[in-house]
């Protein structure tokens, strides 16, 4: 990683923090694309700091003075393909083939669609089995687990194992579903700005 791109990381982690994140996606999507934003003139001052620090430095070699050359940066679709190229050696899923999370007795893992104004996707809801629900407890709550790129419900539901905490704690878990129709790689689009507010996209 670049310092370049760790600076960017780390400002767009700030401005997440301080409740910013236009400016935080603003930033990733600057680093992803390979434009280095002007940082020159915020700098200065922790630079300055830096080098009056370091004044106690007598002697000093310089051993090379060529900047180091960058690599070019890559496209971010390029970025995500390689991200969800599966590695060799490990078993590959026959297309259409879901793998089912184990159920207990009693509960239930339906398949159910919400429309809205928004749109519509499909989804996956696992509702507690009646025995893992003792009369004291009942529901205690829901829980939205949103899977990642190249997921599907089903693939999260089995490596998180949360059906079964579920069971354990008495919550429902609803598992949204997204098409590549909305995102080719099944990712959310949680980068785009339209998708970082409430009651609109995603």
């Not at 680093?31 to 915020?42: V, Y």
């Not at 310089?62 to 690599?71: F, L």
């Not at 519509?120 to 809801?125: E, F, G, S």
């Not at 893992?132 to 899977?147: C, F, Q, W």
Request: contains cysteine; glycine residues 8%; proline residues 6%.
């Amino acid at each position: 990683m670049t310092d370049e791109f760790a600076t960017a990381m780390r400002r767009s982690l700030a401005q997440t923090r301080a409740g910013n994140p236009f400016e935080a996606t603003r930033l990733i999507q600057e680093a992803l694309s390979g434009k280095t934003a002007d940082t020159t003139s915020r700098d200065a001052p922790r630079a300055q700091k830096r080098l009056a620090s370091d004044d106690h430095i007598e002697d000093a070699e310089v051993v090379d003075t060529k900047a180091p050359r960058r690599s070019a940066r890559r496209p971010l679709g390029e970025v995500i393909a390689g991200l969800t190229r599966r590695p060799g050696g490990l078993p590959r899923r026959a297309r259409g083939v879901v793998t089912e999370p184990p159920l207990a007795d009693g509960a239930r893992f339906e398949r159910r669609k919400y429309k809205g104004p928004q749109g519509a996707r499909d989804y996956r809801l696992y509702v507690p089995s009646k025995a893992g629900v003792s009369a004291a407890t009942k529901v205690r709550g829901v829980i939205v687990m949103l899977h990642g790129c190249t997921q599907t419900p089903e693939d999260f539901a089995v490596g998180t194992a949360m059906n079964s905490a579920a069971d354990q704690h008495g919550f429902v878990v609803v598992y949204p579903e997204q098409t590549r129709v909305q995102n080719a790689q099944l990712c959310w689009n949680w980068f785009q700005p339209g998708d970082q507010r409430a009651g609109a996209g995603e």
